[in-house]
């Protein structure tokens, strides 16, 4: 009986640019290839999953299904509730399937290592071989360091680090794998290709805005349009438009990077193939993309903010953060009084995403204004965005609260109306999501501007943690 090689997928759902799934193709003529995944709503509960997520990656799922069967390989579905289960879950079926290796891509946040952790010890046992690769980032956590071999804690050096070691090992996308032959996959009497990918798990009761499929359509073909679109459309004025949230000027891919569908690679290869721009290796969009890999390699660097632990400890033990339930609801909502801050959240509510420079508002809004504790904005962001991404979610809100890494000045308190005066001067984007804006039929606003902005820089001033 013929080994197989089984393919763990998780939030990298794609056939192309996937070494997990790559590295199992080579050399399998003798053996066949099956993938797996794990549908785990109660744990996506733990740990506050958005409605809009899920549905996405669950429609992202059956796309991957389709193009996995283009090259032979069956999708095996597990169900548990939770990562407690998955290890013996999947250890049953590497036995049920004659399984000698499994492949999986690495994923950087330590709940989810330990999990994985788990899950290798067990089968290595069993003497199943596990092979583990970086397709998430392009270079590898731990590899881009100062000259005293630590990791770097201010974005700007580590960039130009970054950049540095691309150009001395480009890494260029890799493609889908070849197609493999027939195999007569057949489980517990059933055919393993004929599985279902289930759109309903469960999860549908719970709160925040459901997928838009005519906003973010599913499949890596449509990513790649989307992709192919910006690049040729409006890469050239990104720096310029990307602050201005009535702008179609933001490449919206963000969804499709944090499932997986989509890679950092395959992002800078369209600028590369596509730009028009000679400087397009240092434009402003690639350095967002760097954004992306600095925060990852912060969470193995730094594993305490893994745990909610703000990456400046000593700022904030000097914070009084208030835990005023009214004005965090008020926040939720999009009642506030202030319409930048409000509109955004209305966004966030009906679409299940918010433009960037509205993040950083909202975000400062409440964690500077309101003195709320940047941890429920974090985490109300993370129930709440189709985009959600562990890893730059939380440095984008310790960034906004200056307990994080290269966090914004203490001073740094973004002003909603001076904001709006600079990036939504029409108004266009506060009447598509406040209309009672225009017969100013508002809230009134909940806090004083002026008094809570200068107590708040008072505080941080006197914590005697700035200089």
Same mark, same amino acid.
């Given at each position: 009986?013929?080994?197989?090689?089984?393919?763990?997928?998780?939030?990298?759902?794609?056939?192309?640019?996937?070494?997990?799934?790559?590295?199992?193709?080579?050399?399998?003529?003798?053996?066949?290839?099956?993938?797996?995944?794990?549908?785990?709503?109660?744990?996506?509960?733990?740990?506050?999953?958005?409605?809009?997520?899920?549905?996405?990656?669950?429609?992202?799922?059956?796309?991957?299904?389709?193009?996995?069967?283009?090259?032979?390989?069956?999708?095996?579905?597990?169900?548990?509730?939770?990562?407690?289960?998955?290890?013996?879950?999947?250890?049953?079926?590497?036995?049920?399937?004659?399984?000698?290796?499994?492949?999986?891509?690495?994923?950087?946040?330590?709940?989810?290592?330990?999990?994985?952790?788990?899950?290798?010890?067990?089968?290595?046992?069993?003497?199943?071989?596990?092979?583990?690769?970086?397709?998430?980032?392009?270079?590898? $956590?731990? +590899?881009? *360091?100062?000259?005293?071999?630590? &990791?770097?804690?201010?974005? !700007?050096?580590?960039?130009? /680090?970054?950049? %540095?070691?691309?150009?001395?090992?480009?890494?260029?996308?890799?493609?889908?794998?070849?197609?493999?032959?027939?195999?007569?996959?057949?489980?517990?009497?059933?055919?393993?290709?004929?599985?279902?990918?289930?759109?309903?798990?469960?999860?549908?009761?719970?709160?925040?805005?459901?997928?838009?499929?005519?906003?973010?359509?599913?499949?890596?073909?449509?990513?790649?349009?989307?992709?192919?679109?910006?690049?040729?459309?409006?890469?050239?004025?990104?720096?310029?438009?990307?602050?201005?949230?009535?702008?179609? $000027?933001? +490449?919206? *891919?963000?969804?499709?990077?944090? &499932?997986?569908?989509?890679? !950092?690679?395959?992002?800078? /290869?369209?600028? %590369?193939?596509?730009?028009?721009?000679?400087?397009?290796?240092?434009?402003?969009?690639?350095?967002?993309?760097?954004?992306?890999?600095?925060?990852?390699?912060?969470?193995?660097?730094?594993?305490?903010?893994?745990?909610?632990?703000?990456?400046?400890?000593?700022?904030?033990?000097?914070?009084?953060?208030?835990?005023?339930?009214?004005?965090?609801?008020?926040?939720?909502?999009?009642?506030?009084?202030?319409?930048?801050?409000?509109?955004?959240?209305?966004?966030?509510?009906?679409?299940?995403?918010?433009?960037?420079?509205?993040?950083?508002?909202?975000?400062?809004?409440?964690?500077?204004?309101?003195?709320?504790?940047?941890?429920?904005?974090?985490?109300?962001?993370?129930?709440?965005?189709?985009?959600?991404?562990?890893?730059?979610?939380?440095?984008?809100?310790?960034?906004?609260?200056?307990?994080?890494?290269?966090?914004?000045?203490?001073?740094?308190?973004?002003?909603?109306?001076?904001?709006?005066?600079?990036?939504?001067?029409?108004?266009?984007?506060?009447?598509?999501?406040?209309?009672?804006?225009?017969?100013?039929?508002?809230?009134?606003?909940?806090?004083?501007?002026?008094?809570?902005?200068?107590?708040?820089?008072?505080?941080?001033?006197?914590?005697?943690?700035?200089?």
């Amino acid at each position: 009986m013929a080994h197989h090689k089984l393919v763990w997928f998780r939030n990298d759902l794609r056939t192309e640019d996937n070494h997990a799934l790559y590295h199992a193709c080579q050399n399998s003529a003798d053996a066949g290839v099956i993938a797996v995944v794990a549908i785990t709503p109660t744990q996506w509960q733990m740990q506050g999953e958005a409605k809009c997520r899920v549905e996405f990656w669950l429609a992202n799922l059956k796309m991957l299904k389709q193009d996995l069967a283009a090259l032979n390989i069956p999708l095996k579905i597990i169900r548990v509730a939770t990562n407690r289960e998955l290890p013996e879950q999947l250890l049953a079926l590497v036995q049920q399937l004659n399984v000698s290796d499994l492949y999986f891509n690495r994923e950087y946040p330590e709940y989810e290592q330990a999990r994985d952790q788990q899950v290798e010890q067990l089968l290595l046992k069993k003497g199943v071989a596990c092979h583990v690769s970086d397709s998430d980032l392009i270079l590898p $956590a731990g +590899s881009v *360091l100062n000259q005293q071999g630590q &990791a770097y804690k201010v974005f !700007t050096p580590f960039s130009k /680090a970054w950049r %540095q070691l691309y150009l001395q090992q480009p890494c260029a996308p890799l493609p889908s794998p070849v197609q493999l032959s027939k195999q007569n996959y057949v489980i517990t009497g059933s055919d393993c290709m004929s599985e279902r990918v289930p759109m309903d798990v469960g999860y549908g009761n719970q709160v925040g805005a459901s997928w838009n499929n005519s906003l973010w359509p599913a499949g890596a073909d449509h990513a790649h349009q989307l992709l192919q679109q910006f690049v040729h459309e409006r890469s050239d004025n990104y720096k310029q438009l990307r602050d201005f949230p009535a702008q179609i $000027a933001t +490449s919206s *891919l963000s969804p499709y990077l944090s &499932a997986g569908v989509l890679t !950092t690679r395959q992002c800078i /290869a369209a600028m %590369q193939a596509y730009s028009e721009d000679p400087d397009w290796f240092y434009s402003q969009w690639i350095t967002e993309l760097i954004w992306r890999e600095f925060y990852r390699h912060l969470l193995v660097a730094f594993p305490q903010m893994n745990r909610w632990q703000p990456f400046k400890p000593e700022v904030e033990a000097k914070i009084s953060w208030q835990y005023d339930e009214k004005l965090f609801r008020a926040w939720c909502e999009g009642e506030t009084g202030f319409a930048i801050v409000d509109a955004g959240m209305k966004q966030l509510l009906e679409t299940g995403w918010m433009h960037n420079r509205v993040r950083m508002i909202s975000a400062s809004f409440l964690t500077k204004l309101l003195r709320q504790d940047w941890r429920l904005g974090a985490r109300f962001f993370m129930q709440h965005l189709i985009d959600g991404d562990f890893a730059s979610n939380l440095g984008g809100w310790q960034w906004s609260a200056s307990v994080g890494a290269d966090a914004a000045p203490y001073f740094r308190i973004f002003s909603p109306r001076r904001q709006t005066d600079r990036f939504d001067p029409q108004g266009a984007y506060i009447s598509r999501w406040l209309p009672d804006e225009l017969n100013r039929n508002l809230p009134a606003p909940v806090i004083d501007y002026a008094v809570e902005r200068n107590r708040s820089i008072d505080e941080y001033k006197n914590s005697g943690v700035f200089r």
